[in-house]
């Protein structure tokens, strides 16, 4: 690759050039591991990250753009008043309407050692995620120097956010394989304070192929440069439709020796080849780095980089393919916790005294319990973020046979229980695998006495839309399972059997499963399940057993539909029937 040649499409000041646009195995538990279930704490649930004051933030906000001088920040021209020779751009985009991109977010970065500022887009995958490009986010401490805006098409000149809402960012992740030279692995999602209360946009699945085939037309938005000849910004959204190339196009142009720089699989490019000047050339540029390539409601890519001042003859925009990151993203999108640390947490009831406890994930063990009061009158147990608003919830079944939803009320400012109905205790096995109809909304899997499996489709507030059958013959299994354990970002289904066997059923993002596998071929015995999701933070869903002896283990998910070496958590947890 030469240097001086490509460029991350992210703005900086204008003075500033920047380069760069499986079997189970049982292993001995590990010394740390404690012989008998960890103490209470004083300490009650820990209290999601405060939001940022809206002053701290308009600060944050105003440090952030001071770095773009005024002629950087003049405002594009109208499309009716524009000259016939200079259309607004994204290079040669139009405006687009807050109506049709909701999701759209600006995000706004002050390096105060430096002295930098960066100016990227992203989109709202949840109402508190926000998928962007790596090169924005990585080595950057987003939650104290960065803010978010969302809600608006305009560039908040002068502080003006013409109606939209800021938000500060809590936790952020860069895909550990992130290169900054080669620009492979260019994806990020950043965790939002709070929920911004615009739609969402879905990512692509791994299994996407249409969309990529060559000639689609898809849709790129952002706020960035709008020429090649200078460093000013658009000061409203601009899109631009353009066809997707074949890798075989990109290749041929950027893969000439000693460049070599465009990776199939990681990477995809669009557009018609670049003219060498404005006009003729339809292209994202810097400033438009991590906004979304769009195909059907979907984003199929983020972009990333191109030629320098974007309009080099011959030459295409680039972005991360993220049909390819499906697994990595769907890990960070899906990742409430008890304790807002990107870690899933453990639920466990004192049978004796009713006391409900939670125990924070510290990897591969867990650390002290904390009280959650009176838990008594309940059967099951499943932790799940039904509302998406990236807090956990609970869902309970009442020994009445009620399903009962434990979740934070914005409305009310505190936790709230919420009845969603009677007749649950007929079913045998009850569980929230995740999202299993690709809407990005939890849903809920319940077995009933005559062994049929239903899938009750979540709706983003607490509730089920009308029930569709999955089949017969699951009422010798027991079902457990939260997230993706084969590594396309799809929810999956584990279940035993009567012979010891463990098995992975595939999430299909289409409301049935696959064909199934063994995730585990003898032993899989135990008495009680519990699985939260991703308890090691390495982006792979997990799981806890508890044997007959009330040793607790973890078995860590590998990715693969199958679990590594598993750790041992401690035991004296037989007391503790009502896990989750």
């Not at 066997?501 to 008495?527: C, D, E, H, M």
């Amino acid at each position: 690759m030469t240097s001086g040649r490509r460029r991350v499409r992210n703005a900086l000041p204008a003075a500033t050039a920047v380069l760069a646009l499986g079997s189970l195995a049982l292993g001995a538990a590990p010394a740390q591991a404690s012989d008998v279930a960890p103490p209470p704490n004083k300490q009650s649930l820990k209290a999601a990250p405060a939001p940022a004051s809206q002053a701290e933030l308009k600060a944050r906000l105003k440090s952030a753009t001071s770095h773009f001088s005024p002629a950087a920040a003049s405002p594009a021209p109208s499309a009716s008043a524009a000259p016939a020779t200079k259309d607004p751009k994204i290079i040669s985009g139009q405006p687009a309407t807050v109506g049709e991109a909701p999701w759209m977010v600006q995000l706004f970065y002050n390096d105060p050692v430096t002295n930098q500022g960066i100016f990227c887009g992203g989109a709202l995958v949840a109402p508190g995620k926000v998928l962007t490009a790596a090169h924005c986010v990585a080595g950057r401490d987003w939650s104290k120097n960065g803010v978010v805006l969302g809600g608006t098409t305009q560039y908040p000149l002068d502080g003006d956010v013409h109606g939209g809402q800021l938000v500060n960012v809590s936790r952020q992740w860069s895909d550990p394989a992130f290169d900054a030279n080669a620009l492979t692995g260019d994806v990020a999602v950043l965790t939002l304070a709070a929920p911004l209360p615009y739609q969402t946009l879905q990512p692509a699945a791994s299994d996407e192929t249409v969309a990529y085939q060559p000639g689609t037309p898809a849709t790129v938005y952002g706020w960035g440069r709008t020429s090649s000849t200078n460093q000013d910004i658009s000061m409203s959204l601009l899109k631009a439709t353009i066809p997707v190339q074949s890798d075989a196009t990109c290749g041929a142009y950027y893969n000439q020796a000693p460049e070599n720089s465009f990776v199939p699989g990681q990477m995809l490019c669009a557009g018609n080849p670049a003219s060498g000047a404005d006009a003729g050339t339809v292209s994202p540029c810097n400033g438009d780095s991590g906004g979304p390539l769009v195909v059907g409601n979907r984003i199929v890519g983020v972009v990333s980089w191109g030629r320098a001042d974007c309009v080099a003859a011959g030459s295409y925009s680039v972005y991360s393919k993220i049909s390819s990151f499906a697994g990595l993203v769907d890990a960070r999108v899906d990742d409430t916790d008890l304790n807002f640390d990107g870690r899933a947490d453990l639920f466990a009831r004192n049978d004796s005294t009713g006391e409900g406890f939670a125990y924070y994930s510290q990897g591969i063990t867990i650390g002290n319990r904390y009280s959650l009061g009176d838990w008594r009158g309940y059967d099951l147990v499943r932790q799940s973020d039904l509302d998406r608003d990236q807090r956990q919830d609970f869902v309970l079944r009442t020994s009445g046979g009620h399903l009962d939803w434990y979740h934070y009320s914005a409305a009310a400012g505190a936790a709230v229980h919420q009845d969603l109905g009677g007749g649950w205790g007929a079913m045998k096995s009850i569980t929230l695998p995740g999202d299993l109809n690709g809407d990005g909304l939890t849903d809920l899997l319940a077995v009933d006495t005559s062994g049929q499996l239903w899938l009750y489709p979540g709706k983003g507030d607490g509730t089920f839309g009308d029930r569709s059958a999955l089949g017969g013959g699951w009422g010798t299994l027991v079902l457990v399972g939260k997230g993706d354990y084969t590594g396309d970002g799809k929810a999956d289904l584990l279940a035993q059997d009567t012979s010891g066997k463990l098995w992975l059923y595939p999430g299909t993002g289409r409301g049935v499963f696959g064909n199934r596998s063994l995730a585990g071929s003898a032993g899989w015995t135990f008495p009680a399940y519990a699985a939260t999701g991703d308890v090691d933070g390495d982006g792979k869903a997990d799981l806890f057993a508890r044997d007959s002896a009330g040793v607790l283990w973890l078995y860590p998910g590998n990715g693969r539909g199958a679990f590594g070496d598993r750790y041992q958590i401690g035991g004296g947890w037989n007391g503790y029937s009502l896990i989750g």
